[in-house]
């Protein structure tokens, strides 16, 4: 399958008016925003688990990244509430499920396969604070490393945020609105913006959170390797 596999043009979902699609496991349902590949993908989705789910133990090959939209998220290592962030690395290993249900972000297939790096971070440990370069927005850095950063970010209400990107970005909005080109983007719209592409919006009236990754476009974007 090739879902949005140009990564040089600007792509944008909406996901809370797109229909929930089976997947192979029962009681886990998705809406894909960008995919290259089968069952085996590169593949960045919001996945859906229905209250009691539980995986068989698995690896990761290609690596994991997800954030916690809804519910709980649950494995061997602990359990991640809803604003909870996890970056699984090629190899690692987990039992994933979720007794009361959850909702997640997630992107897979997309690390430095050498990348050994985990992070495992709730709510309650992520400082806000300033961000660098961009006067009245706040951020927690979830992740950062050669290839990309990763935050979550605070933009206050009635104001034009403008951010110079190198490496392309993807922006999922966690509560607020924002336009950018003239499309307005609520809870969970996702905007990937293309390498070389500067991020000019406006908030709403109550400003944006936003879940924000940048530099990793620069990266080849290809399906895993058989």
Same mark, same amino acid.
């Given at each position: ?14 996901? +809370? ?43 990761h090959t ?11 998220f ?8 809803a ?30 396969l050498?990348?050994? $790096? ?23 850095l +979830? ?26 970005s993807?922006? +999922?909005?966690l ?17 990937? +913006? ?15 959170? $936003? ?6 476009l ?6 895993p390797?058989?």
């Amino acid at each position: 399958m090739q879902l949005n596999d140009n990564f040089s043009i600007r792509v944008s979902q909406h996901t +809370l008016n797109g229909a929930w699609i089976a997947s192979p496991i029962p009681g886990v349902d998705r809406k894909m925003l960008d995919r290259i590949g089968d069952e085996v993908a590169r593949a960045t989705s919001i996945v859906r688990y229905a209250p009691g789910i539980h995986f068989s133990p698995h690896i990761h090959t290609g690596g994991e990244e997800f954030l916690v939209l809804k519910g709980v998220f649950q494995d061997e290592h602990g359990d991640y509430p809803a604003g909870s962030y996890v970056r699984n690395p090629p190899r690692s290993r987990h039992t994933p499920g979720s007794e009361p249900g959850c909702t997640i972000f997630v992107k897979l297939w997309q690390f430095d396969l050498t990348d050994r $790096v985990e992070v495992k971070l709730r709510p309650d440990a992520m400082e806000f604070q300033s961000m660098p370069g961009a006067s009245g927005l706040e951020w927690a850095l +979830l992740h950062e490393d050669r290839r990309e950063i990763v935050s979550l970010q605070r933009w206050p209400a009635a104001t034009d945020i403008e951010l110079h990107i190198e490496g392309g970005s993807e922006v +999922l909005v966690l509560d607020g609105y924002f336009v950018e080109q003239d499309e307005s983007f609520a809870k969970y719209s996702w905007l990937r +913006l293309p390498s070389g592409t500067d991020l000019q919006a406006r908030t709403g009236e109550d400003g944006a959170t $936003v879940w924000v990754k940048t530099g990793h476009l620069d990266q080849p974007q290809q399906a895993p390797k058989s």
